[in-house]
Structures are given as structure tokens and as C-alpha cells.
């Protein structure tokens, strides 16, 4: 079974719309992480959940919206996005907690906003 | 924040050769992670470092944490076409929780 998956794998969306993207882990982990990569540009990191608990915002424009409902699932919820916003974007989980983490990484969804 | 520079950004192999890359920081770290990505993947973790000096190895990849935990490499021996991809190095910082800072990334081409 696989660890980390993400769906969709890809999505076009345009402005207007409302969409969502869904990870689900299978690795028993308490740290799940949203990542936008885009091109030319070292990963970001966006939003941080640590044992279903938002621990990190870093900035992230309010028109990104993140859910962690259980250790299992974290989802990001999209509206009224720009055509900037096109990118892979990233889940990762680890184990979570003080230490330092060692993080696993979905295959991503593609996004493209027109 | 913390900044990991990369190098080289890109490069081409050729079958059989060894192919080495490295990370610097003006930071310390106390995790040094190696991931590799293809088209239309995610990362997928190589090798995991957690201590200044460590030698680790994984197949045909070797990375080491360096000693002033500032810098790592990896190295490929023998490579081959399946070695295409990009490689990117990724810092942990114990007091900045569990957050990653990556590089760059390493794009690793084959000779034409």
C-alpha cells in the first residue's frame, strides 16, 4: 500500500472556482505538511499539522484553506485562486513531535489556474 | 531564514561515470535529508543523515554530513540512465521544529 497519496494528480481550475486537494497517509505519522513547488523555485512550505493541529502558516494567502480532519487525511481547500497559484503542490508527512523529522513526500497534484 | 545553497544545478552524466553534489549553509542543521524527484513526482527520500561526520550509504548513493554541519554530499558511483531526475538536499533545524528547508536542486541529465 502506498504511503503518502494525493488526489487528484492533476486539476485545472479556473479563478472563480472552488476546488479541493486530498492526501491520505498510511504510515501511522502525526505531522502532515502542505508544500507548493513551482518552477525554478526551492520547495515552499505552506501549512504544518501536527497531531491534527495547525502549527504553521508560513504566510499563505487566505484563498488556500487547510483541514486536517484526522491523523490520516489533510486537505486543502482552493477559491478564488490566480493564475500565479499554477504549481505542484505537495504533501509530506513525518512522525511528528519535538524531534527532528524525517519527511515523506505524495506524488503531488498538478494545478494549473486559468 | 535559512538559506541551503546547491550545487551544480544542473548536470550531465554519462553511463558508468561518478557524479557528485553538495549543499552548503551559513546555518547549522541538525538533519540532513537527500530526495530525488522525477516528472510529475513527488520526492522520494534517498538517504537520511542525522549526525556531523556520518557516512551513509544506499546502493550505489553515499551522502555525508559534514563536520561543521553546515554542508553535505552525495555522490552516485557507476550511474545510469535511471539516475536522471532532480536531487534535491533538504535541512532540519531542531529548534525550528520540524520544518525542512530545501535546496535548490541538482537537475541530472544524461550526455547526449
Known amino acids: 500500500e502506498t504511503g503518502v497519496t494525493q488526489t487528484p494528480r492533476h486539476l485545472v481550475m479556473g479563478m472563480t472556482n472552488k476546488k479541493s486537494l486530498k492526501c491520505e497517509q498510511h504510515?501511522?505519522?502525526?505531522?502532515m505538511y502542505w508544500y507548493k513547488q513551482s518552477a525554478k523555485k526551492p520547495l515552499e512550505l505552506m501549512f504544518v499539522?501536527?497531531?491534527?493541529?495547525?502549527?504553521e502558516n508560513n504566510s499563505v494567502p487566505s484563498r488556500f484553506s487547510p483541514e486536517c480532519p484526522n491523523s490520516s487525511h489533510l486537505f486543502l481547500h482552493l477559491h478564488t485562486l490566480q493564475p500565479e497559484d499554477s504549481a505542484l503542490y505537495l504533501c509530506?508527512?513525518?512522525?511528528?513531535?519535538?524531534?527532528?523529522?524525517?519527511?515523506?513526500f505524495g506524488p503531488g497534484t498538478r494545478l494549473t489556474v486559468l | 531564514g535559512q538559506q541551503l545553497n546547491q550545487s551544480p544545478q544542473s548536470m550531465f552524466i554519462q553511463e558508468g561515470e561518478d557524479v557528485s553534489m553538495n549543499c552548503t549553509s551559513s546555518?547549522?542543521?541538525?538533519?540532513w535529508l537527500w530526495y530525488k524527484q522525477d516528472p510529475g513526482e513527488g520526492p522520494v527520500l534517498l538517504i537520511a543523515?542525522?549526525?556531523?561526520?556520518e557516512l551513509t550509504s544506499n546502493g550505489r548513493l553515499t551522502a555525508q554530513f559534514g563536520i561543521t554541519r553546515k554542508d553535505s554530499f552525495l555522490n552516485i558511483s557507476a550511474s545510469i540512465p535511471s539516475d536522471v531526475g532532480i536531487y534535491f538536499c533538504?535541512?532540519?533545524?531542531?529548534?525550528?521544529?520540524?520544518?525542512?528547508?530545501f535546496g535548490g536542486g541538482t537537475r541530472v541529465l544524461v550526455k547526449p
Open positions: 504510515l501511522g505519522h502525526n505531522a
Open positions: 546555518s547549522i542543521f541538525n538533519t
Open positions: 509530506a508527512t513525518g512522525a511528528g513531535g519535538s524531534s527532528t523529522d524525517t519527511q515523506y
Open positions: 533538504a535541512g532540519q533545524i531542531k529548534a525550528a521544529g520540524n520544518k525542512l528547508t
Open positions: 499539522y501536527n497531531f491534527k493541529e495547525q502549527t
Open positions: 543523515l542525522y549526525k556531523a561526520g
